[in-house]
């Protein structure tokens, strides 16, 4: 089946850092990728949407400036996560679609666990 | 807009005891449903789904049927076994007319399911 590879899996950053997460599709060119957010105990929340080559879809009360994705190729989307606070520790997903494809599966990254201290 | 509700957890079972996860939803149209299981420290993983009324996934021994006229997605399995342990999600998805093939899934809050030998 398709991979997508998400990395790092953990971090811990000082606040007023920036950290970047990445999601590739191993085997696969990703027409549209997806970042979700997931709060303990919580479920996944959309963050945006992003297809290669043009700006990210922003859900509504996600800060565009503070979550800067960047989709430059069919296999790789970015999730810089600016001036880190340690209310945005959480766990980030990542979830991408395969091009072409006529059905509505998307493949999930293995997840970052952003630790803000 | 759409939503998924499924019933809360945690859920405790005996290695194999029957389990039922109830998942019902509210979309307009026609959307596909979608069982999502998360193990511990781990992105999702699709477990299974559905993409028309009356259709049934199944994986791993687990099934649910895509039932239009209760608007529910339930997830069965006969036997469960202390590596199904994880947290399930129903969620559901539509295409979306943006004319970039762009789509996104709602999720349920998830259920924990515990396995006790």
């Known amino acids: 089946g398709a991979v997508v590879s998400q990395h790092p899996s953990r971090v811990i950053c000082k606040s007023g850092t920036s950290v970047k997460i990445e999601c590739r599709s191993l085997?696969?060119?990703?027409?549209?990728m997806f970042w979700y957010r997931q709060f303990p105990k919580q479920s996944l929340m959309l963050m945006a949407t992003s297809n290669e080559g043009s700006k990210a879809t922003y859900e509504q009360g996600v800060e565009k400036d503070k979550f800067l994705i960047n989709h430059a190729s069919l296999t790789l989307s970015t999730l810089t996560v600016t001036s880190a606070h340690p209310e945005d520790s959480s766990f980030y997903i990542c979830s991408a679609r395969e091009l072409g494809r006529g059905n509505t599966e998307a493949f999930f990254g293995q997840g970052t666990r952003l630790t803000v201290v | 807009g759409d939503s998924v509700t499924q019933m809360e957890g945690p859920v405790t079972l005996s290695e194999e005891a029957f389990l039922t996860i109830n998942c019902t939803y509210t979309?307009?149209?026609?959307?596909?449903l979608f069982w999502y299981v998360q193990y511990p420290g781990e992105g999702l993983q699709l477990l299974l789904k559905a993409t028309k009324a009356d259709d049934k996934g199944s994986n791993k021994g687990f099934e649910a049927t895509y039932r239009k006229e209760t608007t529910s997605f339930h997830l069965e399995k006969g036997s469960v076994q202390v590596s199904d342990s994880a947290v399930y999600f129903c969620a559901l998805s539509h295409l979306s007319y943006s004319g970039a093939g762009s789509y996104q899934l709602t999720f349920g809050k998830g259920t924990k399911l515990s396995v006790i030998p």
């Open positions: 979309a307009t149209g026609y959307p596909s």
């Open positions: 085997d696969f060119q990703a027409t549209t």
